[in-house]
């Protein structure tokens, strides 16, 4: 077996970021099978999106996030950088399951706030090697700062 040319390496390693956030969105869509009923049979503050924004949305904040964590990882960033991708990852996971599957409002409510911490925790690090990585997750931080503010009015007002 031949080994890999370096030139390719970099580009292959965007496979694992790739994977990991497809996990996510994978996990995401399948407890999300019901949420267009879930959503529209809930009461919604005024500010509420449509529900047909989030699938075009998250698709394109997914796309961002793996380029960030491979950017980072190709930068020579530190390993606790990739350790607090993971866990926004895995808190990422979490809240739709908790949201629409469980109807557990309050935990999904706990969770994105921890998100929200994770996802600034993430970046930081991130600054420190790869402003680009960085900046890519700063949709997603401004996404889920609306999210979090959204789960909240949700909570109070059901």
């Not at 690090?125 to 700063?138: C, D, I, K, T």
Request: proline content about 6%; charged content about 5%; aromatic content about 14%.
């Amino acid at each position: 077996m031949t080994a890999i040319p370096g030139r390719f390496r970099a580009p292959l390693a965007f496979l694992p970021f790739l994977a990991a956030v497809a996990v996510v969105a994978l996990v995401g869509g399948l407890a999300a099978a019901g949420a267009r009923s879930v959503y529209s049979g809930l009461d919604l503050p005024s500010f509420a999106p449509p529900a047909w924004l989030f699938g075009p949305v998250w698709t394109v904040l997914y796309l961002a996030i793996a380029v960030s964590g491979w950017l980072y990882w190709k930068s020579g960033g530190a390993r606790a950088g990739l350790t607090w991708y993971a866990v926004q990852l895995a808190l990422n996971a979490a809240w739709t399951p908790l949201f629409f599957a469980a109807g557990a409002y309050g935990l999904a409510l706990a969770d994105i706030v921890l998100l929200d911490a994770a996802i600034v925790v993430t970046a930081l690090y991130f600054r420190r090697s790869s402003r680009v990585s960085a900046a890519l997750l700063v949709p997603y931080l401004a996404w889920t700062l609306y999210a979090t503010a959204l789960t909240a009015a949700i909570v109070v007002l059901n």
